[in-house]
Each structure stands twice: as structure tokens, then as C-alpha cells.
């Protein structure tokens, strides 16, 4: 029968802020966050992903909320084991009757330490993995966004994701220079905390921080200054209250984190041979990730670069499909020892 032919194999897009699995044949079919709740008496998992998300800021004192990711590594080990399981299991639910255990090609930024990728590796085997493979996230963004990264032309990808910003140049299937900075969408969502606490002294949480960056959050200048009702503890009183904020001061308060993005394009720029760099010019810088939804951005990263900047049509799933996609070469990926001596091969 043909349908025991049919191939297990998985990607994972493995990130800060959310996983998505990516099911060969069938495209990204999971995207959820990267969060655990955990009963810390009984040390038992009550929920992962979207039900987890939905309890952050309201559990009682014996569940906590994890993010078992920070910065694109793994900060609990256990845990982004037990999770990766849950969205594995659930990805290929429909297929539990095939015994056959996946291979995966699981994301990691291309900045990560030896012990790091090893962690990952080992994380994914104890979640289930027959084989796992680390693909570096620039390669697989730019995979996912249709860039001709097997061709003998420059290619620059800038994925902002919730932990890392990884910008690279990609030619004949592999990364000539790059740049991971731990400086990306929770960084843009701390800095919109910091400014109400300082200037309002309200305190709001991360959920409220991240409604407020995709709803009036911008770079650069302002074209239309919207204003949202946010509502928080007054650290003065301690009693709930409703303040409103303007499109501009919000755009104010991320000014540093958008500078270090800016700067990390401009850095792998300045490294990009001569050839390379003429290739992005007349192409472009592509953005992906999360990051690349914030209003003006593309804009801003234009001026600063004197270049063109466009965002790929699905900055969200860029990174999972390129990483699923990179399933095709799977073989190729068992001779190579790790992330760092990667190029890739076609």
C-alpha cells in the first residue's frame, strides 16, 4: 500500500517566541508558542502553546509559565524537550499508526555555540527524532522567502525573530557572512514595558507589551499617530488604571533596539565581497520574521542602507517552510558536523 511510503519527515522552526512544524507533503501544519505551564508542586505540565500563552499573568502561585527558549537557545532543556514532543505528537497525529520515527531539520540561529546546536540536537532526539539536522535560521529564511540561494548570486536575508535578528549573505548555497544578535522582538517588547513604567509608572505585562507593538508599534517617523488605551497597575497607588498612548512615543521607545538591527545589516554589508554586495543592490535586502511586520521598518532599514528592502510575503512561515523545504537535501546534511562548518550543499 502506498500510504507506508509516505515520508515522516519533519521541519521545526524551534524559536523564541513560537514553534512551528512544517510536515513533509504537507506544508506548516502547526504554529503555536513556545510556552509551557508547569505545576511546580507536582512538577507536571498543565499546558504547552496556545493554552499556556492564554495563562501568562493569570495563574495561581503553584503554576508557573515558561518560555523554555531565550535568545534561540534553550534555556530549560526538560521542558523544550517535552514541548517539542506535544507539537511533534500533534503535527502527525493523523499519522500515529506509522511506527517509523521522523527525521527532523530543526532552526538555529547562525551564531549558536557547539554546546548549544548539541543541546538542540539532543532535545530533539529525546523528543522523539530518529535523525535531527540543525539548518541555520538566515538559510532557511531565505529558503522560505524564494531567494535563489543555490545560484552564484548575493542574496541578503534579515530575519527578525522574537530572540535573534540574523542577517546573512547567502550564494551558491551557503552563508559568506553573517551577523546573530540577541537583539530582536522580545527586546521590542521590553523596551515598550520600560517606557510606561518610567513614564507613566505603570506596569503592564509582556502580553499587553506585544498588543501594543503589533497594533501601533513603528520605526522611524510616524505617518499617522494612532493612539491605544492600555490598561496596567499604578506603581504609585497599586490600583488598576487605564491610560492612552500615542503611535509616536511607542515608535520613540523602540528607537535603540530598531538602531542595533540597522547596525548588524550594516555590519554584514561592510563584510560582503564587492560582487556580492553590487548583486544586493540591484536585488535587494528581503526581510522575514516577525520583526518585519513592525510598521515602517523596511523603510527605515532603506534609508539607513541606501538600499532597497522588501518584506517576504509570509515573514511568519518563512523560516519553518525554508527549513521543511531543506528536507528535499537531508541527505547532505548527515556529512556535515555542525552549523558552523556549514556551508550548505545543493
Same mark, same amino acid.
Given at each position: ?213 503589533? !497594533?501601533?508599534? +513603528?520605526? /522611524? &517617523?510616524? %505617518?499617522?499617530? @494612532?493612539?491605544? *488605551? ?86 511568519? !512561515?518563512?523560516? +519553518?517552510? /525554508? &527549513?521543511? %523545504?531543506?528536507? @528535499?537535501?537531508? *541527505? ?15
Amino acid at each position: 500500500m502506498g500510504i507506508f511510503n509516505f515520508s515522516q519527515d519533519i521541519g521545526i522552526d524551534l524559536g523564541t517566541a513560537n514553534t512551528l512544524v512544517f510536515l513533509k507533503g504537507k506544508g506548516v501544519v502547526l504554529s503555536e508558542p513556545s510556552v509551557v505551564a508547569r505545576n511546580k508542586e507536582i512538577g507536571e505540565i498543565e499546558a504547552v502553546g496556545r493554552d499556556a500563552y492564554n495563562m501568562i499573568g493569570r495563574t495561581p502561585g503553584n503554576i508557573s509559565v515558561i518560555r523554555p527558549m531565550k535568545d534561540g537557545v534553550i534555556a530549560d532543556y526538560d521542558t523544550t524537550a517535552a514541548m517539542m514532543k506535544y507539537y511533534i505528537k500533534k503535527a502527525m497525529r493523523k499519522r500515529a499508526f506509522l511506527a517509523k520515527k521522523p527525521s527532523i531539520m530543526v532552526c538555529v540561529p547562525s551564531g549558536i555555540t557547539m554546546v548549544e546546536e548539541r543541546a538542540v540536537i539532543d532535545a530533539t532526539k529525546q523528543a522523539g527524532a530518529k535523525d535531527a539536522f540543525p539548518i541555520a535560521e538566515p538559510f532557511a529564511a531565505a529558503i522560505g522567502a524564494g531567494l535563489p540561494v543555490w545560484e552564484p548570486t548575493g542574496s541578503m536575508i534579515v530575519d527578525i525573530g522574537g530572540g535573534t535578528t540574523e542577517v546573512a549573505v547567502i550564494s551558491l548555497g551557503g552563508i559568506v557572512t553573517s551577523a546573530s544578535i540577541r537583539t530582536a522582538g522580545d527586546d521590542m517588547d521590553e523596551a515598550i514595558t520600560n517606557h510606561i513604567r518610567k513614564t507613566y509608572s505603570l506596569m503592564i505585562g509582556e502580553r499587553s507589551a506585544e498588543a501594543i507593538k503589533f !497594533e501601533i508599534g +513603528a520605526a /522611524g &517617523t510616524v %505617518k499617522n499617530n @494612532e493612539e491605544m *488605551e492600555i490598561r496596567g497597575r499604578d506603581l504609585l497607588t497599586g490600583l488598576p488604571k487605564t491610560i492612552a498612548i500615542t503611535a509616536e512615543e511607542i515608535a520613540g521607545s523602540l528607537e535603540d533596539t530598531i538602531q542595533s538591527i540597522i547596525d548588524a545589516v550594516k555590519d554584514t554589508l561592510e563584510k560582503t565581497p564587492p560582487e556580492l554586495a553590487a548583486d544586493i543592490m540591484d536585488r535587494g535586502i528581503v526581510l522575514s520574521g516577525g520583526g518585519a511586520l513592525l510598521q515602517n521598518i523596511d523603510q527605515v532599514i532603506s534609508d539607513e542602507t541606501k538600499m532597497p528592502v522588501f518584506v517576504t510575503e509570509d515573514p511568519l !512561515e518563512s523560516v +519553518a517552510v /525554508g &527549513t521543511g %523545504k531543506s528536507l @528535499e537535501y537531508i *541527505e547532505h546534511f548527515r556529512s556535515i558536523p555542525n552549523v558552523s562548518s556549514r556551508p550548505t550543499v545543493k
